[in-house]
């Protein structure tokens, strides 16, 4: 199955020049639910008897002198350190942790080349699911309803936290998202290998090679602004076998239409 990423204009240019995709911290995106699952509070059995072992040991320390008041003293402290650990979560899960970079299943979708390369001056490259890094891909999932996550175990469980970050709101169906979750270790090291210094410590990069790159989908305006890069590209003897396409407004129906660039004719 092919596999697609929309770049805008600036991040196309970025690409031609560097073969190398960015990942974002989730907090940069437009979707205020990206990567955040609700953390719930513990009810039931499970808060009973974390409060108890809580009060046990506040008991036996010499704390307080009774059961009662160690008791209400757990309730306290496990409702103070459940509201901790949400917080603490909330901030470092979206804007620190891990990075994503995300891709789709369709090129020629309307609402994505207008979110992604506006006023029509971006471009959509199709790639080797062979590639290393792509390896990693999943699937994105559709759903009504967040995630959950137990707060008090959201900073112990960071790889279950991670499974959430491929779940989003069923709104953005129509981006038949597939997209690549890092955790901050392997994202620098990615950034390492790719040849290029680092953006900003919000976005690493991943070096794709040529030979895993099999289309590249020109918007008119971009054709036009970097006609030189293009013609660059259709000139370097490690990409052709690069297949490079002007896409462009229907004049009839509501859809992207691309035709194949020969690579004898000059932009």
């Known amino acids: 199955m092919e596999i697609y990423k929309y770049f805008s204009e600036e991040s196309a240019v970025k690409f031609l020049e560097n073969w190398c995709i960015a990942f974002q911290q989730p907090n940069q995106f437009n979707d205020p639910f990206d990567c955040l699952p609700n953390f719930a509070r513990t009810d039931g059995e499970e808060r009973k008897e974390a409060i108890k072992k809580l009060a046990q040991r506040f008991f036996e320390y010499g704390n307080h002198s009774t059961m009662e008041e160690a008791l209400r003293h757990g309730e306290?402290?496990?409702d103070w350190q459940e509201k901790s650990d949400a917080g603490e979560a909330r901030m470092y899960i979206p804007g620190g942790l891990f990075f994503v970079s995300c891709f789709s299943r369709t090129e020629t979708n309307l609402l994505m080349w207008s979110h992604y390369a506006a006023k029509h001056c971006g471009i959509v490259v199709e790639f080797d699911r062979a590639a290393p890094i792509l390896e990693k891909l999943r699937p994105v999932i559709y759903s009504q309803k967040r995630p959950s996550f137990g707060a008090s175990k959201a900073m112990a469980s960071l790889s279950k936290i991670q499974d959430f970050f491929y779940?989003?709101?069923?709104?953005?169906?129509?981006?038949?998202?597939?997209?690549?979750?890092l955790n901050r270790a392997d994202a620098d090291a990615f950034q390492e290998q790719c040849g290029h210094p680092e953006i900003s410590s919000k976005i690493k990069l991943a070096r794709i090679d040529k030979p895993f790159v099999k289309s590249i989908f020109f918007s008119g305006y971009f054709l036009r602004k970097y006609s030189d890069k293009v013609n660059s590209l259709k000139l370097d003897p490690d990409a052709t076998d690069i297949r490079i396409f002007s896409s462009v407004v229907d004049t009839e129906e509501y859809k992207i239409k691309s035709n194949l660039i020969p690579r004898e004719s000059p932009v």
Do not use: H, L, N, P
Request: proline letters at 0%.
């Open 167 to 181: 779940v989003k709101s069923i709104d953005w169906a129509y981006e038949q998202e597939e997209r690549i979750v």
């Open 76 to 78: 306290y402290f496990f």
